[in-house]
DNA sequence: TTCGTCCTGGTA
DNA sequence: TACCAGGACGAA
């Protein structure tokens, strides 16, 4: 569910609240979701160790432990990871929980269970993360970049978006979002974007994961951040969940189609085909 | 490129 | 009771 200023709202308070703390139990309540580890290993490994500090990439949120180990969590649709200070886990869909040193717990809650954890060392990366391409904010990502990636590419440039091997940590709220603010609509062929588009489409994105980001986040159902709070972004929202809505800037309603089997939603006056 | 799949539970 | 969901991957 929570896509890149999710997790980076998730990772800022983890980080300032986990450094410095010592992992003294694990209690792996659903072996399942740990990848290519098994519950005893991980455990072992885990327990005993300092969090050194608690990173990001895209999506993927870092532990980095005071050894040459990560625990990484990819959240995917449900997952939570909350810092409980007095050790109480009030998650009824909690799934792997830590035990730190001084009564504190991180819990790591999953409704879907869709969510996933490895524990990797530092000479093997997690693929997903290894492959993660530049992210928005970051210094890598220029109007220049974003218009090679869209050059000859014949894919919909809402599925482009999604590919994280693109561009790192959007979502399908943030898409749809950047694609109205470039009043760029979803199905248009990533080629068929001219340079004036990339560089609006650039911005755009730029823009709603900033924004994202000081509103703490987007919550439609689940996601809640590492204090176990709600965002607000979803209050400012031009598109997603708006179906049927007043477009904001032209009054037309807001239409819902699906693209690449998501639901995708888009105003069809401030973002028609161009062909 | 598209689709099915992994899952559970809140909402229409 | 059916449908839908902030994601990603593998198969067709």
Redesign the pocket.
């Known amino acids: ?3 890149m200023p ?1 997790v980076e709202i998730i990772r800022r308070y983890l980080d300032k609240n986990l450094a410095g703390k010592t992992i003294t139990a694990v209690d792996v309540l659903l072996p ?1 979701q740990l990848q290519g580890i098994t519950a005893e290993e991980f455990t072992a490994r885990a327990s005993g160790v300092m969090i050194k500090s608690v990173g990001r990439v ?2 993927y949120l870092l532990l980095h432990l005071d050894s040459s180990d990560d625990i990484v969590f ?1 959240l ?2 449900t997952g939570r990871l909350v810092y409980a200070p007095d050790g109480v886990n009030d998650d009824k ?1 909690a799934r792997l929980i830590f035990s730190l040193a001084g009564g504190a717990r991180l819990i790591y809650g999953d ?4 969510g996933v954890i490895y524990m990797t060392s530092t000479t093997a990366p997690v ?2 993360v290894a492959e993660m391409g530049p992210e928005p904010l970051s210094a890598a990502f220029t109007p220049e970049y974003l218009k090679g990636v869209l050059a000859k ?4 440039i809402k ?1 482009l978006l ?1 590919n ?1 091997k693109y561009i790192g940590g959007i ?3 943030y898409a749809d979002e950047a694609l109205f603010l470039a009043r760029i609509n979803p199905f248009t062929h990533a080629q068929d974007i001219d340079a004036a588009g990339a560089a609006r489409l650039q911005a755009a994105i730029n823009e709603v994961i900033a924004a994202g980001i000081n509103d703490g986040g ?6 809640q951040n590492g204090e176990g709070k709600k965002g607000h972004h979803q209050e400012h929202l031009f598109v997603y969940g708006r179906t049927g809505e007043s477009c904001r800037e032209c009054g037309a309603p807001i239409e819902k189609t699906f693209l ?4 995708t939603h888009f105003c069809p006056h401030c973002q028609p085909m161009s062909e």
């Not at 987007?218 to 996601?223: A, S």
């Open positions: 569910m929570p896509e999710e399942r895209g999506k990819h995917r649709m869909c409704t879907r269970t869709l693929k997903g590419k014949k894919t919909r599925t999604l994280q979502g399908n709220i987007t919550t439609f159902r689940d996601y690449g089997g998501r639901g």
